[in-house]
């Protein structure tokens, strides 16, 4: 890229840095002492203004960057992740958001622990939120270096290490001085720069192709050098049965991860009341929904006006399409049009990456506080001591996050994320769904659902191709490879089924019908809610 290029992206991306350090200053003078401020944010956001959070916390890096970029590479196949990632939120509005909410406090646990035995299941589902966190925040710390290396003509390796590390710094600040109030506000700025940047990318690619859609396809269809088999299923996971396999994994993991994501969960805390929980989804849904369909454009567009070869020449997992793209709309390498077209939506690029690793960084160090460090204690911990916890732990959340963000850099941020839900999806939601639809569900149950699905998803990670066997592995030169697929859903999830089921009906515990019955009342009715 230019020195303009460099010059105009960096001071857009340094404006928006300032507007964010600046809401976190104001936000920080207000009192942030109580749990309740520090991780929900007072409960004073109304459903629109949550929505909108709640948009610019799913519409992370792997969405603006790393869908568009399987789209231009593997046509029709990635269009596997925009609707898993939409279809996704049918389950959050219909089973989750409103029952969370009436149901909890803080963090997944808060839901867990009104029937069962706190401590394990807290130390259990505290676990769990914060592996899951750790692994979303990687796919954003790759998303952030491929930007850098694109925008600094891709020769610096020590680059994209300080632009990880820069953005770790970042959310430290932003979590450990603003809490859920100005990561809101971050969230809420970053969706609507983010919706604008695609809507009018969007509409540049249709004016392109003079809003024929058909013929779109077909150009990015003949440009991939696939033919027509770049429009049809399986040019990614139609190889062989392992291939297949894998495609049903990843759907799974997509369709059911969302509603077991802590950072998702977390900002139902934020509004006032149960109802204000569901509507804020309404908002999420519709902003999001447009964000998924604009993003089918923008992988066909830079495959049609790019081409899959330059996409692939600038990152080998395709998360440089939508920059390279504006950069073509905007008139080429050397135009005017071009470096402001690519300098903006880079800026975006690094805005949304800012916006979600705060959120997810919160949402982990308030497992790490709420959950692990009042239960280890050996008496209750204050809410202010608790929250001192927390910041320290944002810290460790991130220097963690960094390390993994480093060694996972040539991956495609999308399918990063796809390993994040399908953790999310073996611990968190069967936990969750037993624990507000089960009568007879027990101690024992919660904690073997929760462990009987994180670990068996993590060690297929590790066992998988992903980690170790093939030249795009994150171990190229060593071979441990035991499980053939990449996506560990199809059987982790199950297993976190099977376990609770298990754990239950092998307990001598007999599950608390009384208590059951006043979480069921709580759940529906929001009648002693928090």
């Known amino acids: 890229m230019t020195v303009d290029h460099q010059t105009l992206a960096l001071l857009l991306f340094s404006a928006f840095v300032a507007v964010t350090l600046g809401i976190t200053t104001w936000v920080s003078r ?4 109580s749990a309740e401020e520090f991780y929900a944010g007072g409960r004073l956001f ?32 990635g269009l596997l992740y925009s609707v898993g990632f939409l279809v996704a939120w049918l389950v959050v509005l219909f089973l989750v958001a409103e029952l969370v909410r009436n149901c909890g406090r803080f963090t997944l646990a808060d839901v867990v622990v009104s029937r069962m035995s706190e401590r394990p299941v807290r130390i ?30 891709g020769t610096s390796a020590a680059a994209q290490s300080w632009t990880v590390i820069g953005v770790g710094a970042l959310m430290v600040i932003y979590v450990s001085f603003g809490g859920m109030r100005a990561t809101t506000w971050i969230q809420i700025v970053k969706a609507v720069l983010l919706l604008g940047g695609t809507v009018t990318l969007t509409v540049l690619v ?10 779109l396809l077909l150009t990015a269809a003949e440009r991939s050098g696939h033919g027509k088999a770049f429009l049809a299923p399986g040019l990614r996971y139609g190889g062989d049965w392992t291939a297949r396999l894998d495609f049903i994994s990843l759907g799974l993991a997509l369709v059911l991860g969302t509603a077991g994501l802590p950072h998702i969960l977390s900002r139902f805390y934020t509004v006032p009341t149960a109802r204000a929980a569901r509507r804020s989804v309404v908002w999420s849904i519709g902003l999001i929904g447009g964000f998924y369909l604009m993003t089918i454009v923008l992988g066909f567009g830079a495959a049609a006006i ?50 979600v690793v705060a959120g997810i960084t919160l949402a982990s160090s308030a497992s790490v506080a709420h959950d692990l460090y009042a239960s280890l204690r050996r008496r209750q911990a204050k809410p202010r001591s608790e929250v001192a916890v927390a910041r320290i732990a944002a810290v460790g959340v991130g220097v963690v996050a960094i390390a993994l963000g480093l060694l996972a850099r040539d991956l495609n941020v999308a399918f990063l994320v796809g390993l994040a839900f399908a953790v999310a999806a073996s611990a968190n939601l069967p936990v969750l769904l037993y624990s507000l639809f089960w009568r007879g569900f027990t101690t024992r ?12 998803a993590v060690v297929l990670v590790v066992l998988s191709p992903v980690v170790s066997g093939s030249p795009e592995s994150l171990f190229p030169g060593v071979d441990f490879q035991y499980f053939p697929l990449q996506n560990p859903g199809l059987v982790s999830i199950p297993l976190g089924f099977l376990a609770g089921w298990l754990g239950t009906v092998t307990s001598a515990e007999l599950p608390d ?17 928090v």
């Open 46 to 77: 109304s459903p629109m203004e949550n929505g909108f959070a709640i948009a610019g916390d799913y519409m992370s890096a792997a969405s603006f960057l790393g869908i568009s970029g399987l789209i231009a590479l593997f046509g029709y196949d």
């Open 306 to 355: 790019v081409g899959p070869d330059a996409v692939r020449g600038s990152n080998a997992a395709g998360n440089t399409a939508v920059p390279l793209l504006a950069l073509d709309l905007g008139g080429g390498a050397n135009s005017t049009g071009g470096t402001v077209f690519f300098a903006i939506v880079a800026a975006i690029a690094f805005a949304t990456i800012l916006a």
């Open 206 to 215: 249709l004016l392109r192709f003079r809003g024929d859609f058909d013929q």
């Open 124 to 153: 259990a589902a505290g676990t769990s939120s914060v592996t899951v966190s750790v692994l979303y925040l990687v796919a954003q710390m790759v998303g952030a270096g491929s930007l850098v290396a694109l925008l600094l003509g």
């Open 513 to 529: 019908e009384a208590k059951h019955a006043e979480t069921e009342v709580r759940s529906l009715t929001g009648a002693g809610a």
């Open 445 to 456: 149950g919660a904690v073997w659902s929760v462990y009987g699905g994180l670990i068996p």
């Open 30 to 33: 207000h009192r942030q002492g």
